[in-house]
């Protein structure tokens, strides 16, 4: 099994009925995830996006490269600027939005603009989009990276441009790799699950800290009905695509 | 009503070397990228372009050295990869970068709308963005004056001039934006000057008979440009989607170092 | 989307003695007069209520003494006069009454919408009410953090309920509103509970052919009312204009003294 | 000749082609004044009202008791909404705004609040509407009374709602009486013209204080092409319902 199917999976459980998700660009795997828990366990969910549908329907989406593409918008039941979803989130009304991580360390914070030092760096990544902003506002954050690694789980960013874990808040901290599936915490990140086919070596191994191990199981993967859903989305495997960079 | 219908030469001739831009569109969606072409072929330059997330617009005018500084929340291509003359134009120092987070800038853009000298904005606090931005005096940490603590105020965005390209438009600048709309009516109401290219020009009747299709009135309005298929090779929703493989033949000529060609080619287009 | 069709009773439910309550339209247009008359039956009150520019909502309210204090820019009924009842409940100090101005409402609102603490709003100083204001908390004059001198700030407002008469709706609570808003998605984003009563009740797919028709999607409704004729004797723009008859013979009413008689046949009518 | 006619007369004459103007509720003769201007010297003119039809026909529009009337928008090119007219104004691009006043001091503030205190007042006047917002951002701040006595004209307001005349400001302030019409000056309140059919002395007689007078006129009235205009927006007079009070 691929392990963006397995990713999405986690992905989609995060997300419980009723509650206000969001995502934003380059976001194949999360736009699947929304539309997964959508038409399984919260049909209730409110899904708003990048390309501004609001509950666009299942049934009329197909996923392309762009998470802008209006086609992800079709059949919606109303326009959602992202301006507006970003108003629901300062009102603490966005339950989950899903973020990438470049670079992710201990506490879950994140960088997503460059590598080395910020004047003159060594690479100019995309940005953090709205990483600052919703970080630290919404209740549940979803970060996804799809390439466990030390350059990617490190010690210290070279950038902070997203907040992880804040004691003391009504915030959940969710960072799903290829191989793993982690909580943040005070004590830092607790590994919560390895997905299929991969060690506890193969993830710790593969970190340049330590995270929390104190019990862990494996994830669980999409179901035959589940993963049957996924390629109904994406008949064309776009959500591969961000692992062959 | 004055007509303002002009072609795109005219209407790139309201733009001057060093003015502030900003573009219609996120990523590979409703770009002005006809008016883009044209604004690389009038030879100016020294532009400070501004967007929340920008793409191929952003990277072809760094590409074509039209640009002194970008400011941003996120550039690039989504799954194809990173914008790559933006990438290199940074890495080598050539341009300024300046990071931006997308409730920031749209609460700025909202602030130029208003006409207000600032807006607050929630988050970003305890992030790296803050000091970076402070030192620029975009943004300034202040204590909410109702007692609910620290918050940003983020300065007004004022651009010299925004380009929006729309779906429809009538010759006296009334505008209709189709689907997503992100900023632009916000862009559209905060600059001191607005283009409109317009897929499609429709007579005034179009908005008269359903005054809510008027997205940005004509009062905001300098010039408006038919132009259909101008935001080729990014999507213009109802009528094109992105076209995808022109995109990649974009970024594999760049990898190539073809993209002066790329270039060339894109303006004759126009 | 879940089901939120209840009826005008079950709307009022949601309202408790003491909220702050904004309700849509302004003047003689779109008031959710139904929903009030319904409301005041309830016997429910100490109401503070907030609007830009009411008209007969809150004059009618504060007549059936359901009104702690009102707050406005304007009050009245136009060419037709004073709001007799507030005006009287004023003079004779038994409501609290807070002159607004209309941006400030409106920032107000705006920022309540936007999750924001404040916002600027400019010109106001130099007048009276900056003292009124500044004395009851809602307004601060600060200094912009980037220079630009002193500005009022607003603090946000938002309502414990919002009641919006719109032309349409589906029974999730989708709703669009045709013609003039004036600041009713502003107030239907900033509160706390959203009551839309609707005009015409529509199929989903009505917003789906179309979702730019889609003014307040439904993720803001807390419930939805199917009234025809809910606004009356306000208007409700492309369904029925304000029956000014009707409105005179209210003010007539109330200059005979017969308030209560009105507003008994007011209830009676829905 | 009605002294509304005269009236309205004088608010078209300031509005400029191309200017942007605005009224609220309560503005029979304001909306009826911008109609004259754009249907004679001013075809340009930006129509902003608070009914919120941005330029509405002048064929399909008739004259109701209520300025918000939504068939005031009728055959509109755009929903205007009032806050965004208060945006343009805050950008100083709404060029005038029309505002009545209950008390008009010699500097053209005005009081639309209270007569006598605001606490406890003797009368509890309808509100500013937007003074206080737009009387000191506009470029031309058009007032007006139906009612020139003492009571409107006084010495000291009861309460400052709007601010008239402000030194070094690019801000001009037009008094409208159904006598005479005033400009604000840094001297005061300088008499600029007298309807037809008063008298210097009916104008200043009915003042408490003193204007500048340093040579004046007599009011332009409309002209019978102008007259027709006005009638045939406002078949029903409603313009007069105003002097009743």
Redesign the interface.
């Known amino acids: 099994m691929h392990p963006a199917d397995v990713m999405i999976k986690v992905m989609a459980s995060q997300i419980k009925d009723g509650e206000v998700f969001l995502h934003?660009?380059?976001s194949?795997m999360p736009a699947l995830a929304m539309f997964l828990a959508k038409l399984t366990h919260a049909p209730n969910m409110v899904y708003l996006a990048?390309?501004?549908?609001i509950d666009p329907d299942p049934e009329k989406f197909k996923l392309?490269?762009?998470?802008?593409?209006?086609?992800h918008?079709a059949g919606c039941i109303g326009?959602g600027?992202?301006?507006e979803a970003?108003d629901l989130?300062?009102k603490g009304k966005v339950d989950g939005m899903f973020l990438g991580g470049a670079q992710i360390d201990k506490h879950a914070n994140i960088n997503?603009?460059?590598i080395g030092s910020?004047n003159?760096?060594?690479?100019?990544?995309?940005?953090?989009?709205?990483?600052?902003?919703?970080?630290?506002?919404v209740k549940k954050l979803i970060l996804w990276t799809t390439n466990h690694s030390k350059r990617t789980f490190v010690e210290k960013l070279d950038?902070?441009?997203?907040?992880g874990y804040e004691k003391g808040k009504d915030k959940k901290v969710v960072v799903i790799s290829n191989m793993a599936v982690f909580e943040a915490e005070e004590r830092g990140l607790r590994l919560i699950s390895v997905h299929p086919g991969f060690s506890i070596d193969d993830v710790l191994s593969e970190m340049s800290f330590e995270p929390v191990v104190d019990g862990y199981t494996t994830t669980q993967p999409p179901s035959d009905e589940e993963m049957k859903i996924i390629q109904k989305l994406d008949p064309e495997n776009?959500r591969y695509?961000?692992f062959k960079? | 009503?004055?007509d303002k219908l002009v072609d795109l030469d005219a209407a790139v001739d309201l733009v001057r070397s060093g003015d502030t831009l900003t573009f219609s569109g996120?990523?590979?969606?409703r770009k002005p990228m006809a008016f883009i072409a044209k604004l690389i072929q009038s030879g100016k330059k020294d532009f400070t372009i501004i967007d929340?997330?920008p793409g191929m617009d952003f990277d072809i005018l760094v590409a074509a050295g039209c640009v002194k500084c970008a400011r941003?929340?996120?550039?690039?291509f989504?799954?194809?990869?990173?914008?790559p003359n933006?990438?290199k134009a940074?890495?080598e120092?050539e341009i300024q970068?300046i990071?931006?987070?997308?409730?920031?800038v749209?609460?700025g853009l909202?602030a130029g709308?208003?006409?207000?000298?600032?807006?607050?904005?929630?988050?970003?606090?305890?992030?790296?963005?803050v000091e970076?931005h402070e030192k620029l005096?975009n943004w300034?940490i202040?204590n909410?004056?109702?007692g609910?603590g620290e918050?940003v105020?983020v300065?007004a965005i004022v651009p010299d001039v925004a380009v929006i390209h729309v779906q429809k438009a009538d010759r006296y600048g009334?505008a209709s934006l189709?689907?997503?709309?992100?900023?632009d009516v916000?862009k559209a109401?905060a600059a001191k000057k607005l283009i409109i290219t317009a897929e499609e020009m429709v007579p005034?009747d179009y908005?008269?008979e359903n005054?809510?299709?008027?997205t940005i009135?004509?009062?905001y309005t300098t010039a408006v440009v038919h132009v259909p298929e101008g935001a080729y090779p990014t999507?213009c929703?109802?009528y094109y989607?992105?076209d995808?493989e022109e995109v990649l033949r974009y970024l594999k000529m760049c990898r190539e170092g073809k993209v002066k060609e790329y270039i060339d080619e894109f303006i004759r287009r126009w």
């Open positions: 934003g660009l380059a194949p990048v390309a501004e549908g392309y490269p762009s998470s802008a593409d209006p086609r918008a326009i600027e992202l301006a970003f989130a300062a997503l603009t460059c910020y003159k760096p060594k690479v100019k990544l995309p940005g953090g989009a709205a990483a600052a902003y919703l970080s630290p506002i950038f902070k441009t997203g907040i776009v695509l961000e960079k | 009503m004055k996120v990523s590979m969606v929340r997330e941003a929340a996120m550039v690039g989504e799954l194809f990869g990173l914008a933006v990438r940074v890495q120092g970068f990071e931006e987070t997308c409730g920031a749209v609460n909202r709308a208003m006409g207000l000298p600032f807006l607050p904005v929630k988050g970003i606090i305890g992030t790296d963005l970076l005096g300034k202040i909410d004056p109702f609910g918050i105020a300065k009334n189709e689907g997503s709309r992100f900023e916000y109401k005034s908005f008269k005054p809510e299709r008027n009135p004509y009062c999507a929703p109802n989607p992105p995808y």
